[in-house]
């Protein structure tokens, strides 16, 4: 895909539209007429007001199960502090971003300051300290997904959403760690890619409607077939994992000599990619593991064109 120049630098205020697109789009990060960044992230707290206290369990109101969850993270760990980061992202989950009653009913729980918690929400990222969409939609820019239009395609998801953020927090993310199926997305934590740019509308309808796991699944990272039977089975976002998938879906079986069978036919990455309905950019493994750890390594064994059985060489 063929991209328009960066404008001075990649993180100048504006940059060159993909040809045939709408004008330049703005950048996520502001910045000065000298190019220096406009300050937001270290704006310094008001001091004229007295220091926030911990709050006081009996009168702040806390929903039932944000309490049951904050303290089964709270019974992880030695030192109540290492609870912050996930008591944090449960409140968010809850109320959408990190406002200060969910700081506060964070506080009352853990018996942590305003201030301390804010100082980690600030920090990181994917904490969100303003309103925003109902629904976060990230779009990966880093290297791999820019080189195959990933810019494009941020500006055509911000395009699409205009006026409906109140339904989708849509924003560019430095890298999701997904580069095999670049470009991608992450969509409320389900990554999907890659993702080409006449689909983003569809992609925002089925959010919006509460579709998101029918968005593409043969292109969904937790459906991807991997060499870990049972990784990806608990995701953060609460989709059925490969494995649960497998079983449910097509009735594997796992036999005592711990191997998988499968009734959709020949499953081999070899054939993976064109199986019916497959996407061929999704298979690209040239082996599948054996049984026998000494007897993994099947592509070296064909290229020297050598039996795997044959210990005569």
């Known amino acids: 895909m063929s991209h328009g120049p960066y404008i001075e630098t990649r993180d100048s205020p504006t940059v060159a539209p993909e040809p045939g697109a709408l004008g330049p789009r703005e950048k996520s990060i502001p910045r000065r007429p000298d190019g220096s960044r406009v300050p937001g992230w270290d704006t310094p707290a008001d001091l004229t007001k007295d220091p926030a206290t911990v709050p006081d369990p ?26 912050i980061i996930p008591a944090l992202w449960a409140a968010q989950r809850l109320h959408h971003w990190c406002s200060p009653e969910a700081v506060r009913q964070v506080g009352a729980v853990l018996q942590r300051t305003p201030a301390e918690l804010m100082a980690v929400a600030t920090f990181y990222d994917q904490f969100e300290t303003e309103p925003v969409g109902k629904s976060t939609i990230y779009v990966c820019t880093n290297i791999s997904c820019s080189l195959r239009g990933a810019d494009a395609l941020l500006h055509e998801f911000e395009r699409e959403s205009t006026g409906r953020e109140s339904e989708f927090h849509v924003r560019g993310f430095e890298c999701l760690g997904a580069c095999d199926i670049a470009p991608m997305v992450s969509i409320d934590g389900l990554f999907i890619g890659p993702i080409d740019l006449d689909e983003v509308a569809g992609i925002l309808e089925a959010v919006a409607g509460g579709r998101t796991h029918e968005i593409f699944p043969e292109r969904q990272i937790n459906h991807m077939k991997v060499a870990d039977r049972g990784a990806g089975d608990t995701p953060s976002h609460g989709a059925a994992g490969p494995s649960a998938v497998l079983a449910e879906g097509s009735g594997a079986a796992t036999s005592d000599d711990d191997t998988v069978e499968s009734t959709e036919g020949d499953a081999t ?45």
Do not use: F, M, W
């Not at 599948?288 to 290229?303: F, G, V």
């Open 58 to 83: 009996a009168t702040t109101i806390v929903p039932d199960h944000l309490r049951i969850e904050i303290e089964g993270y709270l019974a992880r760990y030695p030192d109540p502090r290492s609870a």
């Open 269 to 313: 990455p070899d054939k993976a990619g064109a199986s019916a309905g497959a996407d061929p950019r999704r298979y690209s493994s040239p082996t599948q593991p054996s049984s026998d750890p000494n007897k993994d390594d099947a592509t070296e064994d064909r290229a020297t064109g050598q039996d795997p059985e044959d210990d005569s060489l």
